[in-house]
């Protein structure tokens, strides 16, 4: 089976492409939209098509394109499937095997060549991490009141995060801050945000419904930075996410970080972020990075669901020293877990 990735502007126009440059025997093997601005804002609203074509003895033979531009057989092949075990779609598989092959070729001049292991993973490195988009941390400036909401799925450390968060600005950038909770579903949550903020000697609110909202807000005092913790939600019960929707309304919050687990697998953080996106996050926040052996599958499906950009990445239950800010570098580094791939031969 010989894949390519094609963009378009409609899916007429990318099967036209796949047509021309692959033949009518093609198959599509999987379609999205994509966009072409920066960090996906901004930019055109275009079609991504993933094609196979199946050939005598699996060598592909396109109109067009001379046999060197082909994929090394003992490189990609085995990249890919590495790829695929680690829980990364086909598709996006495809996509860094390919993208992995043409870095490395570009670097030796353009020549088919078999890659060593050890190159291929780095040049595989350089490409996911061009495909993962890191935003800039939280600020909070003396005077200037900042509301900031954590959301996201049960049992992925979101109260924690908000502890590290809190303790970070409060004892280490000597910010005011204080915390409002709207987790009333789990009264251990409450006290356990209740006990951060005595320790910290911070002034703490928990709010029920969105017509209190304002009136909790306003009793924290004159603060630098308010964090609102949220309680877990099912990115597949719609009327909780609508009731997270309400309050966070009425909180109007200037940031809205969406708080996954570097444990999870690919489908299951690709249904978080298809379930929170109506909540409209503005970041992500990676947790439990020193429990997840690898983060391949996590990572395929930040790109394929247009993640927002990583705000942060915690490695620990330490508070508040297990958070450092989002890092490309440090989260490839896990792409494969800490098992060597096994020897790509020449």
Partial sequence: MYIRTFQAANLQAALAEIRE???????????????????????????????????????????????SESLPRPEAEQLRELLIREGVSDAVAERWTRRSIETLRVEHGGQAMAFSSMALQNALQRVVAADIEC???????????????????TGVGKTTTVAKLAAGFRIQQKRRVGLLTIDTYRIAAVHQLQAYADIMDLPMQVVERPDQMQAGLKALGDVDLVLIDTAGRNPHFTARIEQLRALLAAAAPDETHLVLSAT???????????????????????????????????????????A?????????????????????????KALLGRPQAPAIAA
């Fill in 21 to 67: 440059q692959m033949g009518t025997d093609a198959t599509v093997l999987h379609t999205r939209q994509v966009k072409d601005g920066w960090m996906g804002w901004l930019g055109r609203t275009q079609v991504e098509v993933t094609a196979g074509l199946r050939t005598e003895n699996n060598q592909p033979s396109l109109a067009g394109q001379a046999p």
């Fill in 135 to 153: 935003g800039a941390p939280i600020r909070a400036l003396p005077n200037e009141r900042r509301v900031i909401a954590l959301v996201g799925p």
């Fill in 264 to 306: 999870s697998s690919a489908s299951t953080t690709a249904g978080v972020l298809k379930g929170f996106a109506s909540v409209k996050p503005t970041a992500a926040i990676l947790t439990k990075m020193d429990e997840s052996e690898q983060t391949a599958g996590v990572l395929s499906a930040f790109y394929e669901q247009n």
């Fill in 308 to 332: 927002p950009p990583l705000s942060y990445l915690t490695t620990g239950q330490q508070v508040p020293d297990d958070i450092e800010v989002g890092n490309r570098d440090r989260i490839v």
